[in-house]
């Protein structure tokens, strides 16, 4: 067969594919629409929410099921996701799911970097009523969901996330290369280089309080996340900003490590001093430089 003639057939393969997919949408449009309760979870910032919530001001929601921090492939979808965030969100309410319990989800995210919702479905019977949990074991996929005006919700499709899906450009793109695709196994971290990972995070000391709140709010267009008596969580362009009541005026960063003992024994030793234990893995540590910072061991 000529080079002339495989490209042909490739692009007449690639039009049946396209073909077969568009057949698939209006397949899975065919499957009737399945009301379902109004689920209870918990968020990464520890707030009770309702399914019903997490549509926001949309009346469309995506729901991806995670398997949890443990699992490198998930992350790495959650990855992606991340980078496409802000076009999701313009379309339908976006939220990502998993067993992981609120602290983890925090520390994680916030060491990824990720901009999006995220709820805990421990406790919950949400995964193996929608067909994502089975005998104990998690499987990672999207929900789609609606709600009508009376407050209804519907689940309105679903599907399996794994390697070659059409939610991950990651297989397609080495598919191209000499070697493919088929060694390849993501991992969590890849700056090996470095012990400490930073965060999305950043703390602020201020003075004024209310005044601070009202700047950040409505002169620089920050989102106000949630407020209480001494600190408010503002986010911007995927960055988490708490501002805390302080005549200290301190700017504080983050870093998340996964061997808090060895991380913390390197920063002393090079002349770091820690200036507050919140428990045996969390400090705040002060360089000899003046960059102040949080420091934190990531569960493995």
């Excluded at 602020?204 to 600190?231: C, H, P, T, W």
């Excluded at 024994?265 to 003046?290: Q, R, W």
Aim: proline share 3%; glycine share 6%; charged share 30%.
């Amino acid at each position: 067969m000529s080079s002339e003639d495989i490209h042909y057939e490739i692009e007449q393969l690639e039009q049946e594919i396209l073909e077969k997919k568009k057949q698939l949408v209006q397949l899975r449009k065919s499957v009737p629409e399945q009301k379902v309760e109004n689920y209870q979870f918990v968020t990464s910032d520890r707030e009770e929410v309702s399914l019903h919530d997490l549509f926001q001001e949309k009346d469309e929601l995506i729901l991806i099921h995670n398997m949890g921090h443990s699992c490198s492939y998930c992350t790495m979808w959650a990855d992606g996701f991340n980078g496409i965030y802000e076009h999701l969100i313009q379309k339908a309410a976006f939220v990502l799911s998993s067993p992981d319990t609120p602290e983890v989800q925090e520390d994680f995210a916030a060491s990824r970097g990720w901009k999006f919702l995220m709820v805990s479905t421990k406790g919950t019977t949400f995964k193996q009523d929608l067909g994502f949990e089975k005998d104990g074991y998690y499987m990672p996929g999207v929900s789609t969901f609606r709600k009508d005006v009376e407050g209804n919700i519907y689940h309105h499709a679903k599907a399996p996330l794994g390697p070659r899906d059409d939610y991950n450009v990651v297989w397609h793109l080495f598919d191209l290369l000499p070697s493919g695709s088929e060694d390849f196994h993501p991992k969590k971290r890849y700056n090996s280089q470095s012990l400490f990972h930073i965060t999305n995070n950043i703390a602020v000391q201020v003075k004024d309080y209310d005044k601070a709140i009202n700047f950040y709010e409505n002169i620089l267009g920050m989102k106000l996340e949630r407020s209480f008596e001494k600190e408010t969580k503002f986010s911007v362009g995927g960055n988490h900003l708490f501002i805390e009541d302080s005549k200290s005026e301190n700017v504080f960063f983050e870093f998340a490590v996964k061997d808090f003992q060895h991380a913390r024994d390197k920063l002393v030793e090079h002349g770091c001093i820690i200036t507050k234990d919140y428990h045996e893995k969390s400090v705040l540590v002060a360089d000899p430089f003046g960059l102040k910072f949080h420091l934190f061991e990531i569960e493995k």
